[in-house]
């Protein structure tokens, strides 16, 4: 009994927290440390878009927005770290954005304009940045920054509709029926997308030749199609063979077909499976560069990333601006998507869900 008494539990409890606050302020720490080699570029990306007024990037403006964003940062994680309710926090990061947002407005904001995106309403805007300097000999002919902006909607969501479809069919069929050769085929799946897809541009060049669909974006859909369809069915069969198999038995003894079962029991549960491959695949086409480049020739097919090199090898120093701002208007389509499904995806894992 005496030695119960001499516990101090509230020395104790105080170090243990004392203890978890540290381990929280290294960990964010370490967070920082390894997320601003990352997030930096694209805030350059963003401050030079908004910022440059005679073609080159104003240093003294990317400091002063640094010397902002840096200690918000800061202060945001040690607020997460710190508050010890959840009124606490709200009330903390609240204080943090209004200060930043006032900082951020007084140093840099006398800076910020659109004149960099004149590419989104004048279609010739590649002589006004030349004629800067005066070079017009040899100029690349670019297209409508919106024709390009539906090329790659085209191309990206055509092949997020068709990858979809087809691998939650082939996956579904994968982990519910035996058949021969089962086994095979769910291993050359991975070795399919092991192979470096470079080593096949020459023969997908000839076979798009002979069958006539070089330089159309018909023929970049079926190639990126069959480059992603692997991976996409071994994924979406891992969350259909974590759906119980009772499940669908219990619909179809309540009278559903086979194709009602599947459509109205079957693919809700894989619902997150479906989103995830149809989020990387969109982004996969979004992004995609070296087949259109090699596959695409006359400017009118050109895709946002064809018009992105381009702008950067014309105009590339001649306005920085401008090149920068036609790579944040290359990013705000991925980066929307990316937050309205942020939920689902955290979601994934490999072979099912979580929570």
């Not at 005496?2 to 516990?7: F, M, S, V």
């Not at 967070?31 to 003294?60: C, Q």
């Not at 920068?324 to 499904?341: D, E, K, N």
Request: proline share 4%; hydrophobic share 60%.
């Amino acid at each position: 009994m005496a030695a119960q008494a001499a516990i101090d539990w509230d020395a104790l409890a105080a170090r243990a927290r004392t203890a978890r606050r540290t381990k929280a302020v290294v960990l964010y720490a370490f967070l920082i440390a390894v997320s601003l080699p990352i997030i930096l570029p694209y805030f350059w990306l963003v401050t030079i878009a908004f910022s440059a007024k005679t073609g080159v990037a104003d240093t003294a403006v990317l400091w002063r927005s640094m010397a902002v964003v840096i200690p918000a940062v800061v202060a945001f994680w040690l607020t997460a770290a710190l508050a010890q309710s959840r009124r606490q926090l709200w009330v903390g990061l609240a204080a943090v954005a209004a200060i930043a947002i006032v900082a951020f407005a007084l140093l840099v904001g006398p800076d910020l304009h659109l004149g960099n995106f004149i590419f989104l309403w004048e279609p010739d805007f590649a002589s006004v940045v030349r004629s800067r300097i005066g070079e017009v000999k040899g100029a690349v002919q670019f297209p409508n920054v919106w024709h390009a902006f539906g090329n790659s909607i085209l191309i990206a969501g055509a092949q997020t509709t068709i990858v979809v479809t087809v691998a939650s069919l082939a996956a579904y069929y994968l982990s519910r029926f035996q058949f021969p050769g089962r086994s095979s085929m769910l291993r050359s799946l991975l070795v399919l997308h092991a192979f470096p897809v470079l080593t096949l541009i020459v023969p997908m060049f000839l076979m798009l030749y002979w069958i006539g669909l070089l330089d159309t974006l018909s023929g970049v859909i079926i190639v990126l199609v069959a480059f992603e369809l692997p991976f996409a069915i071994f994924i979406m069969k891992g969350f259909f063979d974590a759906v119980p198999w009772d499940i669908e038995m219990s619909a179809l003894t309540d009278g559903a077909s086979r194709r009602q079962a599947f459509v109205s029991v079957v693919l809700p549960q894989v619902r997150n499976g479906i989103l995830a491959i149809a989020v990387f695949t969109f982004i996969r086409g979004w992004e995609e560069y070296i087949f259109v480049f090699t596959f695409l020739i006359r400017n009118s097919n050109w895709t946002m990333s064809l018009y992105m090199y381009w702008v950067r090898d014309d105009v590339m120093g001649v306005d920085y601006g401008v090149v920068s701002a036609v790579g944040v208007f290359y990013l705000v389509p991925s980066l929307i998507l990316y937050m309205a499904a942020q939920r689902y995806l955290m979601q994934m894992s490999i072979g099912g869900v979580k929570g």
